[in-house]
């Protein structure tokens, strides 16, 4: 059964930093790009970011880029988020979601989500 | 940038209804488009890919159809467990763009 389990969100005051990390099982992790998708409260899906199956290919949303990065530990089956530069618009609800290919392909499974809060 | 737009906002419809969801794509995007259910308090769920492929454990009800820019999510008979908010996805480039969802709510 694939699991994918987010942690690392919280409460962070405009400007802070923050790392999210996703831990995988139930599947072969290094076979599949991951993707990071936000829901900001009461709004609909925004993806963030993808990185392929191997971490040479990242992609981001421009309201992230230079300010967010994403990376993966294929050795520990978990894929991470650093948040820099925070601002209040970034508060959300982060998924983390596994392709079903090497690169760009769907997100068919998603954990349940960790908020993140930016506010002084 | 794609950007992707639902029809409608918001649809109310009687179990047994037919309910028909619409997504369109600024500029074509091939079959490359998924449909993901969200229901209250949940992670998404995907339902179908490649436009027509319904996922795995996604009943008959759920169809879709189209390519190019005009796509359709249709739910044959809806259950009352079909409450949610539908998002479309386009993997055709990125960034990757989700519409801005339709809220079904069943009377």
């Known amino acids: 059964e694939v699991q994918l389990l987010e942690s690392g969100g919280g409460l962070v005051q405009p400007g802070g930093s923050l790392r999210l990390s996703c831990g995988a099982s139930?599947?072969?992790?290094?076979?599949?790009?991951m993707t990071w998708v936000r829901q900001a409260p009461g709004k609909g899906l925004e993806w963030v970011s993808d990185?392929?199956?191997?971490?040479?290919?990242?992609f981001y949303a421009d309201s992230v880029k230079g300010r967010f990065t994403i990376s993966r530990d294929n050795s520990r089956n978990t894929l991470y988020l650093q948040m820099n530069s925070l601002r209040a618009e970034d508060t959300a609800v982060y998924y983390c979601?596994?392709?079903?290919?090497?690169?760009?392909?769907?997100?068919?499974?998603w954990g349940q989500g960790t908020l993140v809060t930016v506010s002084s | 940038e794609i950007v992707v737009t639902q029809s409608p906002a918001t649809l109310s419809l009687s179990p047994g209804e037919r309910a028909t969801l619409s997504c369109r794509a600024s500029?074509?995007?091939?079959?490359?488009l998924a449909w993901y259910q969200q229901k209250p308090g949940q992670s998404p769920r995907l339902l179908m890919y490649?436009?027509?492929n319904r996922a795995t454990g996604i009943p008959v009800r759920f169809s879709g159809s189209g390519s190019g820019t005009d796509f359709t999510l249709t739910i044959s008979s809806l259950e009352p467990e079909d409450c949610a908010v539908y998002y479309c996805?386009?993997?055709?480039?990125?960034?990757?763009?989700f519409g801005q969802g339709t809220k079904l709510e069943i009377k």
């Open positions: 490649d436009a027509s």
């Open positions: 500029q074509s995007v091939s079959s490359y």
């Open positions: 996805l386009q993997r055709s480039s990125w960034p990757r763009t």
């Open positions: 990185i392929s199956a191997s971490g040479g290919g990242t």
């Open positions: 979601a596994k392709g079903d290919q090497v690169l760009g392909g769907y997100f068919d499974y």
């Open positions: 139930g599947f072969t992790f290094n076979n599949y790009a």
